[in-house]
Nanobody, 115 residues
Framework: QVQLVESGGGLVQAGGSLRLSCLVS????????MDWYRQAPGKQRELVAR???????NYLDSVKGRFTISRDNAKNTVYLQMNSLKPEDTAVYYC?????????WGQGTQVTVSS
């Protein structure tokens, strides 16, 4: 059974930092592309960052230079380091992967940035 479990969300003031983690089980983690998405109230879910199995990364334009995605294959974990947070980063953050032909999502973790 494939499971994705996010952690690390919380309430932070503008300009602060948080690091999100997503622990993955039930799949060969090192071969998976891993994504972080977010969904703000009343908005569509959007792709924030992606890291391939080879370590290549891509970012949403609005988070470039502030967010960093990384992975630790030994720990089956993908991270999202978020610096210089802004109120508009407030959202539920989800990790996602596609494995065994199916899209898998975590349960999400709330990030709230106060101004």
């Amino acid at each position: 059974q494939v499971q994705l479990v996010e952690s690390g969300g919380g309430l932070v003031q503008a300009g602060g930092s948080l690091r999100l983690s997503c622990l993955v089980s039930g799949t060969i983690f090192s071969t998976n592309t891993m994504d972080w998405y977010r969904q703000a109230p009343g908005k569509q879910r959007e792709l924030v960052a992606r890291i391939t199995s080879e370590g290549s990364t891509n970012y949403l334009d609005s988070v470039k230079g502030r967010f960093t995605i990384s992975r630790d294959n030994a720990k089956n974990t993908v991270y999202l380091q978020m610096n210089s947070l802004k109120p508009e980063d407030t959202a539920v953050y989800y990790c996602r992967t596609i494995t065994y032909g199916r899209t898998r999502w975590g349960q999400g973790t709330q990030v709230t940035v106060s101004s």
